[in-house]
């Protein structure tokens, strides 16, 4: 709303004020002083509309510009950075702008979230790392607990924050295995599902799977069963030991008798 007035009552035959005009929102300009130089203003002083960028940077030597090169002007009428100012270059920050250039700034302390090496303002080099922890007790770290400085002064990942720990999804497939009880689409933190092998198959491992802070863990698998081939137990003259013993699936850690049929002698051992 442009207009300074955005009512119109009706009075005797006519109507009060003015009709009231309405126009996009426009981010204000910025501050024409402190040695910084804009670039992508409108020409004849148009008003800055959403989606317009403007870019910053500082005149002569011995400055350095402190905030965002880049600024956005929202759909808001609002910018996304506050505007940046031109600073004084001390000469531990030349020697640094020189030598570091590769390097990665440790950033200050964010809430909640502790660095357990190195401290804020720190530079790291290529392949140095980053670690780090959450200060309350009970928070859980959301992302990765290190990050490495990369080439061009980059991090590998983004830094992580701490919070409430994270629920999972539904739970992983185990190869010759089935939940028991229904699935759900989502756990929370500390929730179990338990496991089970198909007939014949043995576990290995313990048979749950825990929701740790978004992460499913513990460690299991199925083992297959041993099958005794009926038709090479024919072929090679072979036969159960007990005529009652009558299986084809033997379970692992099991085993099974067998002898020759009537009429045949041990020579020689078969792949079953």
């Given at each position: 709303?442009?207009?300074?007035?955005?009512?119109?009552?009706?009075?005797?035959?006519?109507?009060?004020?003015?009709?009231?005009?309405?126009?996009?929102?426009?981010?204000?300009?910025?501050?024409?002083?402190?040695g910084v130089t804009v670039i992508g203003l409108p020409d004849n002083d148009n008003p800055i509309l959403p989606d317009h960028l403007l870019k910053f940077s500082c005149e002569g030597p011995g400055k350095y510009l402190n905030g965002s090169s880049v600024l956005?002007?929202?759909?808001?009428?609002?910018?996304?950075h506050p505007f940046p100012t031109c600073e004084n270059i001390t000469r531990?920050?030349?020697?640094?702008?020189?030598?570091?250039?590769?390097?990665?700034?440790?950033?200050?302390?964010?809430?909640?979230?502790?660095?357990?090496?190195?401290?804020?303002g720190d530079?790291?080099?290529?392949?140095?790392?980053?670690t780090f922890t959450c200060r309350r007790r009970g928070d859980y770290l959301r992302g990765k607990a290190e990050v490495e400085c990369l080439a061009g002064g980059q991090w590998s990942d983004p830094f992580p924050t701490c919070g409430a720990p994270s629920g999972c999804r539904t739970p992983p497939h185990i190869a010759d295995a089935d939940t028991r009880g229904t699935v759900k689409s989502q756990y929370r933190?500390?929730?179990?599902?338990?496991?089970?092998?198909q007939n014949y198959f043995?576990?290995?491992?313990?048979?749950?799977?825990?929701?740790?802070?978004?992460?499913?863990?513990?460690?299991?698998?199925?083992?297959?069963?041993?099958?005794?081939?009926?038709?090479?137990?024919n072929?090679?003259?072979?036969?159960?030991?007990?005529?009652?013993?009558?299986?084809?699936?033997?379970?692992?850690?099991?085993?099974?008798?067998?002898?020759?049929?009537?009429?045949?002698?041990?020579?020689?051992?078969?792949?079953?």
């Open positions: 709303m442009v207009s300074k007035v955005d009512t119109r009552t009706c009075g005797l035959d006519k109507w009060t004020n003015h009709v009231p005009i309405c126009d996009r929102l426009s981010c204000d300009p910025p501050p024409a002083d402190g956005k002007c929202g759909q808001d009428g609002q910018w996304d531990h920050e030349e020697e640094c702008r020189q030598n570091c250039a590769e390097n990665c700034k440790v950033p200050g302390p964010s809430e909640g979230l502790q660095l357990t090496t190195h401290e804020p530079q790291l080099r290529t392949g140095e790392k980053l933190h500390g929730e179990r599902v338990e496991y089970s092998c043995t576990m290995e491992g313990e048979a749950y799977k825990t929701c740790h802070n978004g992460e499913w863990t513990g460690q299991m698998r199925c083992l297959k069963p041993c099958i005794v081939d009926r038709e090479l137990m072929r090679y003259n072979i036969a159960f030991r007990y005529g009652h013993f009558d299986k084809l699936y033997s379970v692992h850690n099991d085993f099974i008798m067998f002898t020759c049929t009537e009429g045949h002698r041990h020579t020689s051992t078969v792949s079953m």
